[in-house]
């Protein structure tokens, strides 16, 4: 089937990018960086020249770190969210949250998405973006708590957990009303999983996108990269964007990343490889 979020409808060999813009102090990659509304903007703006489809906002860090309520976190993303909507009428505006309530605030401000990146830990979070008729990412993480990091986590496979999870969510999803031509859902690298068990899933992904709902990745600068290279955070783009090319190649659909401008070029050398995109320019070989 299409898919479709807010103004957009996906043709089925469209690669999406989905820019990361972090409404946080203390987030693992940029520090704080686009922590002020003029940075977040101009970061928004940055983005959608750079080819954005998406653009992804979120309040709290993903990992440990200091409390963070849903009062402060919708302080943080709602009214952004509201500017993001206004400036950039056509473009896919996502919120990146676990919480129900915060999930509500935004899609009152104009929100075509909620990224459920825990997994579902709001139950009530999958009926929110059925009441708005929005898009949502199920994503797998194993069962875990938000904001925690994985201890000792096993699995026999981690690609058939992640299907068999994908598998229930979705339908429990499509059970809500949440409509089918909005459903995503992520394997979730790093959340719930060691660094093989991230490697695992993505040399399995075509296991994933055979289950027929669009894949969203999100490999930007984690840790698995960062551990399978030995390279601290500043230093993961180069192994960032070889697993976006892998992923690619395997199917995924949506990337969610820090560095918008080389994820386009990566996904459209892919997309020029595999015959579904053409040149920009094609002139070797023709004076």
């Known amino acids: 089937?299409?898919?479709r979020l807010g103004t957009r409808t996906f043709d089925d060999d469209e690669r999406v990018v989905m820019a990361i813009v972090n409404r946080t102090p203390d987030s693992f990659y940029d520090r704080g960086a686009t922590y002020s509304d003029h940075a977040a903007m101009a970061a928004v703006d940055h983005a959608v020249a750079d080819g954005a489809d998406i653009i992804d906002i979120g309040g709290v860090k993903a990992g440990p770190g200091d409390p963070v309520d849903s009062k402060e976190e919708v302080r943080r993303v709602?009214?952004?969210?509201?500017a993001v909507r206004a400036a950039h009428p056509s473009i896919v505006v996502s919120v990146d949250t676990w919480r129900a309530e915060v999930a509500r605030?935004?899609?009152d401000a104009g929100a075509d998405l909620v990224n459920d990146a825990w997994g579902g830990y709001d139950p009530e979070l999958a009926g929110v973006a059925a009441a708005y008729g929005v898009g949502l990412v199920c994503t797998h993480t194993?069962?875990?708590t938000p904001r925690t990091r994985p201890?000792?986590?096993?699995?026999?496979d981690p690609m058939a957990d992640v299907v068999a999870w994908v598998g229930h969510e979705t339908v429990r999803a499509l059970g809500l009303g949440v409509r089918p031509d909005g459903l995503v859902v992520d394997p979730g690298h790093d959340f719930g999983k060691n660094?093989?068990?991230s490697l695992a899933v993505t040399r399995q992904l075509s296991e994933l996108v055979e289950t027929g709902w669009p894949v969203l990745v999100s490999l930007s600068n984690k840790d698995f990269v960062g551990e399978t290279l030995d390279r601290p955070v500043d230093q993961r783009l180069v192994g960032?964007?070889?697993t976006t090319a892998v992923s690619a190649w395997l199917g995924a659909r949506v990337f969610r990343a820090h560095d918008v401008?080389?994820?386009r070029q990566v996904l459209d050398m892919v997309s020029a490889i595999r015959g579904e995109r053409p040149p920009a320019v094609s002139r070797r070989g023709l004076a």
Do not use: I, K, N, Q
């Open 1 to 3: 089937m299409p898919w």
């Open 78 to 82: 709602v009214s952004f969210v509201a």
């Open 105 to 107: 605030a935004a899609c």
């Open 142 to 144: 194993g069962g875990a």
């Open 151 to 156: 201890h000792r986590v096993t699995y026999d």
């Open 195 to 197: 660094t093989r068990h």
């Open 240 to 242: 960032t964007l070889a």
């Open 261 to 263: 401008g080389e994820t």
